[in-house]
Protein backbone atom coordinates (compact mmCIF):
# COMPACT_ATOMS: atom_id res chain seq x y z
CA UNK A 1 0.00 0.00 0.00
CA UNK A 2 1.45 3.67 -0.73
CA UNK A 3 2.69 5.98 1.86
CA UNK A 4 0.89 9.50 2.12
CA UNK A 5 2.65 11.97 0.86
CA UNK A 6 0.47 14.83 1.62
CA UNK A 7 -2.63 15.42 3.98
CA UNK A 8 -4.74 18.91 3.71
CA UNK A 9 -6.53 19.07 6.57
CA UNK A 10 -9.44 22.17 7.35
CA UNK A 11 -7.91 24.34 4.81
CA UNK A 12 -9.74 28.03 5.25
CA UNK A 13 -8.58 31.03 3.06
CA UNK A 14 -10.13 34.36 3.07
CA UNK A 15 -9.53 37.68 1.14
CA UNK A 16 -10.49 41.06 2.40
CA UNK A 17 -10.51 44.12 0.30
CA UNK A 18 -11.38 46.94 2.41
CA UNK A 19 -14.84 46.05 4.88
CA UNK A 20 -15.52 43.19 2.51
CA UNK A 21 -14.44 39.77 3.02
CA UNK A 22 -14.41 36.86 0.81
CA UNK A 23 -14.03 33.20 2.15
CA UNK A 24 -12.31 31.57 -1.06
CA UNK A 25 -11.78 27.83 0.77
CA UNK A 26 -14.08 26.55 3.63
CA UNK A 27 -12.69 23.60 5.86
CA UNK A 28 -10.99 21.67 2.86
CA UNK A 29 -9.64 17.96 3.00
CA UNK A 30 -7.94 15.51 0.68
CA UNK A 31 -4.72 13.83 0.28
CA UNK A 32 -1.72 12.38 -1.53
CA UNK A 33 -0.48 9.09 -1.36
CA UNK A 34 2.68 8.44 -3.51
CA UNK A 35 2.86 7.90 -7.46
CA UNK A 36 -1.09 9.06 -7.24
CA UNK A 37 -2.39 11.23 -9.11
CA UNK A 38 -5.51 13.28 -7.84
CA UNK A 39 -7.65 15.30 -10.16
CA UNK A 40 -9.10 18.23 -8.47
CA UNK A 41 -12.40 19.41 -10.56
CA UNK A 42 -15.42 22.26 -10.07
CA UNK A 43 -16.71 25.25 -12.41
CA UNK A 44 -14.20 28.21 -12.40
CA UNK A 45 -14.02 30.13 -9.25
CA UNK A 46 -14.46 27.22 -6.89
CA UNK A 47 -11.25 27.43 -5.00
CA UNK A 48 -9.29 25.02 -7.27
CA UNK A 49 -6.38 27.18 -8.14
CA UNK A 50 -6.29 28.84 -4.34
CA UNK A 51 -6.33 25.40 -2.63
CA UNK A 52 -3.29 24.59 -4.87
CA UNK A 53 -1.54 28.17 -4.20
CA UNK A 54 -2.16 27.54 -0.37
CA UNK A 55 -0.31 24.41 -0.41
CA UNK A 56 2.93 26.19 -0.68
CA UNK A 57 1.88 29.94 0.88
CA UNK A 58 1.76 31.23 -2.41
CA UNK A 59 -1.30 33.09 -1.47
CA UNK A 60 -0.61 37.13 -1.76
CA UNK A 61 -0.99 38.50 1.59
CA UNK A 62 -2.21 40.93 1.98
CA UNK A 63 -4.64 40.39 0.80
CA UNK A 64 -5.10 36.56 1.12
CA UNK A 65 -4.59 34.94 4.86
CA UNK A 66 -4.68 31.10 5.21
CA UNK A 67 -7.57 31.02 8.26
CA UNK A 68 -7.01 27.60 9.48
CA UNK A 69 -5.77 23.99 8.49
CA UNK A 70 -2.45 21.78 8.07
CA UNK A 71 -0.80 21.08 5.00
CA UNK A 72 1.55 18.14 5.89
CA UNK A 73 4.02 16.84 3.39
CA UNK A 74 6.18 14.13 4.55
CA UNK A 75 4.86 14.81 8.04
CA UNK A 76 6.32 18.30 8.28
CA UNK A 77 3.38 21.17 8.35
CA UNK A 78 4.19 23.31 5.18
CA UNK A 79 2.34 26.32 6.67
CA UNK A 80 3.97 26.42 9.73
CA UNK A 81 7.50 26.95 8.27
CA UNK A 82 9.43 30.14 7.63
CA UNK A 83 10.06 31.63 3.94
CA UNK A 84 13.57 30.36 4.44
CA UNK A 85 12.10 26.52 4.66
CA UNK A 86 10.15 26.93 1.87
CA UNK A 87 12.43 28.25 -0.25
CA UNK A 88 13.97 24.76 -0.11
CA UNK A 89 10.82 22.99 -0.69
CA UNK A 90 9.22 25.32 -3.65
CA UNK A 91 10.23 23.81 -7.32
CA UNK A 92 12.59 21.13 -5.33
CA UNK A 93 10.66 18.75 -3.11
CA UNK A 94 6.88 20.05 -4.92
CA UNK A 95 6.70 21.58 -7.85
CA UNK A 96 3.90 23.67 -9.47
CA UNK A 97 3.14 24.34 -13.13
CA UNK A 98 0.88 27.62 -13.03
CA UNK A 99 -1.65 27.91 -16.29
CA UNK A 100 -0.94 30.35 -19.27
CA UNK A 101 2.59 29.19 -19.76
CA UNK A 102 3.46 32.12 -21.94
CA UNK A 103 3.03 34.59 -19.19
CA UNK A 104 4.98 32.22 -16.78
CA UNK A 105 7.73 32.46 -18.46
CA UNK A 106 10.42 35.48 -19.19
CA UNK A 107 10.21 36.54 -22.38
CA UNK A 108 14.05 37.86 -22.18
CA UNK A 109 15.78 35.27 -21.04
CA UNK A 110 16.57 31.62 -23.08
CA UNK A 111 14.78 28.56 -21.79
CA UNK A 112 18.00 26.65 -20.86
CA UNK A 113 18.59 29.40 -18.28
CA UNK A 114 15.19 29.76 -17.24
CA UNK A 115 15.39 25.71 -16.68
CA UNK A 116 19.16 25.73 -15.24
CA UNK A 117 18.07 28.25 -12.58
CA UNK A 118 15.73 26.00 -10.39
CA UNK A 119 18.80 23.60 -10.29
CA UNK A 120 21.47 25.38 -9.76
CA UNK A 121 19.19 27.07 -6.27
CA UNK A 122 18.42 23.55 -4.92
CA UNK A 123 21.45 21.43 -6.56
CA UNK A 124 25.02 22.00 -6.05
CA UNK A 125 26.60 21.29 -9.62
CA UNK A 126 28.29 23.39 -12.42
CA UNK A 127 26.74 25.59 -14.46
CA UNK A 128 27.65 23.25 -17.51
CA UNK A 129 26.00 19.75 -15.21
CA UNK A 130 23.13 21.88 -15.18
CA UNK A 131 22.64 22.83 -18.66
CA UNK A 132 23.02 19.08 -19.61
CA UNK A 133 20.53 18.17 -16.95
CA UNK A 134 18.09 20.83 -18.96
CA UNK A 135 18.48 19.11 -22.59
CA UNK A 136 17.84 15.59 -20.81
CA UNK A 137 14.46 17.20 -19.38
CA UNK A 138 13.86 19.08 -22.23
CA UNK A 139 14.38 15.35 -23.98
CA UNK A 140 12.63 13.90 -21.32
CA UNK A 141 9.38 16.01 -22.26
CA UNK A 142 9.55 15.06 -25.90
CA UNK A 143 11.02 18.27 -27.24
CA UNK A 144 12.95 17.50 -30.41
CA UNK A 145 16.40 18.88 -30.88
CA UNK A 146 16.27 19.86 -27.23
CA UNK A 147 20.32 20.78 -27.66
CA UNK A 148 19.25 23.57 -29.94
CA UNK A 149 16.05 24.31 -28.35
CA UNK A 150 17.87 25.10 -24.75
CA UNK A 151 19.21 28.27 -26.62
CA UNK A 152 16.11 29.38 -27.82
CA UNK A 153 13.70 32.44 -26.35
CA UNK A 154 9.88 31.52 -25.32
CA UNK A 155 8.29 33.55 -28.34
CA UNK A 156 10.13 30.58 -31.12
CA UNK A 157 8.15 27.97 -29.37
CA UNK A 158 4.40 27.24 -29.70
CA UNK A 159 1.69 27.10 -27.04
CA UNK A 160 2.03 23.29 -26.76
CA UNK A 161 5.87 23.63 -26.81
CA UNK A 162 5.78 25.90 -23.62
CA UNK A 163 3.72 23.81 -22.04
CA UNK A 164 6.22 21.17 -22.35
CA UNK A 165 9.21 23.97 -21.07
CA UNK A 166 6.88 24.51 -18.00
CA UNK A 167 7.19 20.94 -17.11
CA UNK A 168 10.55 20.61 -17.77
CA UNK A 169 10.84 23.50 -15.38
CA UNK A 170 8.44 22.02 -12.69
CA UNK A 171 10.54 18.62 -13.29
CA UNK A 172 14.32 19.89 -13.20
CA UNK A 173 14.49 18.89 -9.54
CA UNK A 174 13.10 15.60 -9.21
CA UNK A 175 10.30 16.69 -6.93
CA UNK A 176 7.88 14.24 -5.09
CA UNK A 177 4.79 16.23 -5.82
CA UNK A 178 3.83 18.26 -8.93
CA UNK A 179 0.62 20.34 -8.67
CA UNK A 180 -0.72 21.16 -12.17
CA UNK A 181 -2.65 23.95 -12.44
CA UNK A 182 -4.99 23.61 -15.48
CA UNK A 183 -1.98 22.17 -17.46
CA UNK A 184 -4.40 21.85 -20.68
CA UNK A 185 -6.24 24.67 -20.66
CA UNK A 186 -5.84 26.71 -23.96
CA UNK A 187 -4.14 23.21 -26.27
CA UNK A 188 -5.60 21.73 -28.73
CA UNK A 189 -7.31 17.91 -28.12
CA UNK A 190 -4.25 16.76 -29.66
CA UNK A 191 -1.74 18.43 -27.91
CA UNK A 192 -3.65 18.16 -24.22
CA UNK A 193 -3.77 14.34 -25.11
CA UNK A 194 -0.06 14.71 -25.55
CA UNK A 195 0.60 16.95 -22.54
CA UNK A 196 -1.64 14.39 -20.29
CA UNK A 197 0.25 11.31 -21.88
CA UNK A 198 3.76 12.76 -21.05
CA UNK A 199 2.45 13.71 -17.29
CA UNK A 200 1.26 9.93 -16.72
CA UNK A 201 4.50 8.35 -18.34
CA UNK A 202 6.75 10.48 -15.81
CA UNK A 203 4.66 10.36 -13.02
CA UNK A 204 5.44 6.27 -13.22
CA UNK A 205 8.81 7.05 -14.64
CA UNK A 206 9.65 8.96 -11.58
CA UNK A 207 7.90 7.54 -9.07
CA UNK A 208 6.10 11.40 -8.78
CA UNK A 209 2.92 12.61 -7.14
CA UNK A 210 0.70 14.73 -9.09
CA UNK A 211 -2.22 17.23 -7.86
CA UNK A 212 -3.72 18.15 -11.92
CA UNK A 213 -5.78 20.68 -11.68
CA UNK A 214 -8.95 21.20 -14.29
CA UNK A 215 -12.81 21.80 -14.93
CA UNK A 216 -13.03 19.20 -17.90
CA UNK A 217 -14.05 15.59 -16.13
CA UNK A 218 -12.50 13.80 -19.29
CA UNK A 219 -9.24 14.84 -18.31
CA UNK A 220 -9.54 13.46 -14.57
CA UNK A 221 -10.85 10.11 -16.51
CA UNK A 222 -7.45 10.07 -18.48
CA UNK A 223 -5.06 10.86 -16.24
CA UNK A 224 -6.02 10.33 -12.37
CA UNK A 225 -6.20 7.83 -9.49
CA UNK A 226 -8.79 10.02 -6.81
CA UNK A 227 -10.85 13.07 -7.09
CA UNK A 228 -12.00 16.23 -5.33
CA UNK A 229 -15.11 18.19 -6.48
CA UNK A 230 -15.31 21.60 -5.27
CA UNK A 231 -18.00 24.29 -5.21
CA UNK A 232 -17.85 27.66 -3.52
CA UNK A 233 -14.77 27.13 -1.79
CA UNK A 234 -16.04 23.72 -0.56
CA UNK A 235 -15.33 19.75 -0.72
CA UNK A 236 -18.58 18.50 -1.94
CA UNK A 237 -17.37 15.12 -3.35
CA UNK A 238 -14.13 13.38 -2.83
CA UNK A 239 -13.82 9.25 -4.07
CA UNK A 240 -11.97 7.91 -6.42
CA UNK A 241 -11.78 8.14 -10.07
CA UNK A 242 -13.36 4.90 -11.63
CA UNK A 243 -16.30 5.36 -9.02
CA UNK A 244 -17.07 9.12 -9.70
CA UNK A 245 -18.13 7.99 -12.80
CA UNK A 246 -19.89 5.07 -12.01
CA UNK A 247 -21.45 6.07 -8.67
CA UNK A 248 -21.61 9.72 -8.63
CA UNK A 249 -23.52 10.87 -5.60
CA UNK A 250 -23.14 14.83 -5.15
CA UNK A 251 -25.73 16.65 -7.47
CA UNK A 252 -23.18 19.06 -8.56
CA UNK A 253 -20.95 16.41 -10.08
CA UNK A 254 -24.59 14.93 -11.69
CA UNK A 255 -24.87 18.14 -13.58
CA UNK A 256 -20.96 18.37 -14.68
CA UNK A 257 -21.01 15.07 -15.61
CA UNK A 258 -24.42 15.58 -17.73
CA UNK A 259 -22.85 18.65 -18.88
CA UNK A 260 -20.00 17.20 -20.74
CA UNK A 261 -20.13 16.97 -24.87
CA UNK A 262 -19.65 12.98 -25.30
CA UNK A 263 -19.15 10.65 -28.80
CA UNK A 264 -22.68 10.05 -28.46
CA UNK A 265 -24.33 12.92 -28.10
CA UNK A 266 -26.93 13.60 -31.15
CA UNK A 267 -26.86 15.93 -33.50
CA UNK A 268 -29.18 18.80 -32.25
CA UNK A 269 -29.71 17.46 -29.15
CA UNK A 270 -29.75 19.57 -26.11
CA UNK A 271 -26.96 19.81 -23.97
CA UNK A 272 -27.37 19.55 -20.17
CA UNK A 273 -26.31 22.83 -18.36
CA UNK A 274 -26.25 23.56 -14.49
CA UNK A 275 -28.69 26.71 -14.55
CA UNK A 276 -27.51 30.06 -12.75
CA UNK A 277 -24.24 30.49 -10.99
CA UNK A 278 -21.92 30.04 -8.06
CA UNK A 279 -23.08 32.11 -4.76
CA UNK A 280 -20.95 35.32 -3.90
CA UNK A 281 -18.84 34.20 -1.13
CA UNK A 282 -18.49 37.69 0.43
CA UNK A 283 -21.81 36.93 1.94
CA UNK A 284 -22.17 34.38 4.63
CA UNK A 285 -23.68 31.10 3.49
CA UNK A 286 -26.22 29.80 5.65
CA UNK A 287 -27.38 26.43 3.77
CA UNK A 288 -25.85 23.94 1.15
CA UNK A 289 -23.60 26.50 -1.35
CA UNK A 290 -25.31 25.18 -4.46
CA UNK A 291 -29.19 24.99 -3.12
CA UNK A 292 -29.91 27.60 -5.65
CA UNK A 293 -29.03 25.29 -8.67
CA UNK A 294 -30.00 22.32 -7.25
CA UNK A 295 -33.40 20.77 -8.69
CA UNK A 296 -33.93 18.47 -5.67
CA UNK A 297 -32.78 21.00 -2.86
CA UNK A 298 -35.29 20.74 -0.38
CA UNK A 299 -36.39 22.93 2.70
CA UNK A 300 -33.22 21.42 5.14
CA UNK A 301 -30.69 22.12 2.15
CA UNK A 302 -31.83 26.02 2.66
CA UNK A 303 -31.28 25.78 6.21
CA UNK A 304 -28.09 23.71 7.37
CA UNK A 305 -24.53 23.52 5.11
CA UNK A 306 -23.92 19.71 4.74
CA UNK A 307 -20.15 18.01 6.14
CA UNK A 308 -18.63 16.39 3.78
CA UNK A 309 -18.77 12.68 5.71
CA UNK A 310 -17.77 9.39 4.35
CA UNK A 311 -20.90 7.38 3.15
CA UNK A 312 -18.87 4.50 1.20
CA UNK A 313 -15.51 3.03 1.83
CA UNK A 314 -13.33 6.19 0.39
CA UNK A 315 -16.25 8.17 -1.19
CA UNK A 316 -17.17 11.22 0.66
CA UNK A 317 -20.00 13.77 -0.27
CA UNK A 318 -21.41 16.44 1.21
CA UNK A 319 -25.44 16.39 0.49
CA UNK A 320 -28.37 16.19 3.33
CA UNK A 321 -29.53 13.31 1.07
CA UNK A 322 -26.26 11.05 0.37
CA UNK A 323 -25.77 9.19 3.33
CA UNK A 324 -24.61 5.23 4.44
CA UNK A 325 -28.22 4.58 4.70
CA UNK A 326 -30.23 7.06 1.95
CA UNK A 327 -29.93 7.64 -1.54
CA UNK A 328 -31.19 10.65 -3.60
CA UNK A 329 -32.19 9.12 -6.48
CA UNK A 330 -30.73 10.96 -9.70
CA UNK A 331 -33.55 12.06 -12.44
CA UNK A 332 -32.35 11.67 -16.21
CA UNK A 333 -32.07 15.42 -17.32
CA UNK A 334 -32.44 16.82 -14.25
CA UNK A 335 -30.49 20.17 -15.60
CA UNK A 336 -32.17 20.43 -19.06
CA UNK A 337 -35.35 21.26 -17.03
CA UNK A 338 -34.74 24.58 -15.15
CA UNK A 339 -38.62 25.18 -14.11
CA UNK A 340 -37.41 21.78 -11.59
CA UNK A 341 -34.91 24.29 -9.84
CA UNK A 342 -35.90 24.64 -5.95
CA UNK A 343 -38.70 22.23 -5.98
Known amino acids: MAAQLLEVKNLSVEFKAGSITTKAINNVDFE ?3 NECLG ?6 SGKS ?10 PSPPGDITSGQVLF ?3 DLLKMSKQELRKIRGNDISMIFQEPSSSLN ?32 ELVGIPAPEKRVNMYPHEFSGGMLQRVMIAIALSCDPSLLIADEPTTAL ?8 LKILKELQDELNMSIILITHDLGVVWEA ?3 VLVMYAGKSVEYTDAKQLYENPLHPYTWGLLESQLTSSQEHGEQLATIPGAPPDLSYELKGCPFVERCPYAQKICYEENPDLVEVDEGHKVACHFQTAGQRLI ?14
Open 32 to 34: VKE
Open 40 to 45: VVGESG
Open 50 to 59: VTASSILKLI
Open 74 to 76: KNK
Open 107 to 138: PVLKIGDQITEGIRTHQNITKKEAKIKAINIL
Open 188 to 195: DVTIQNQI
Open 224 to 226: CDK
Open 330 to 343: RKEGAFLDKTTLGS
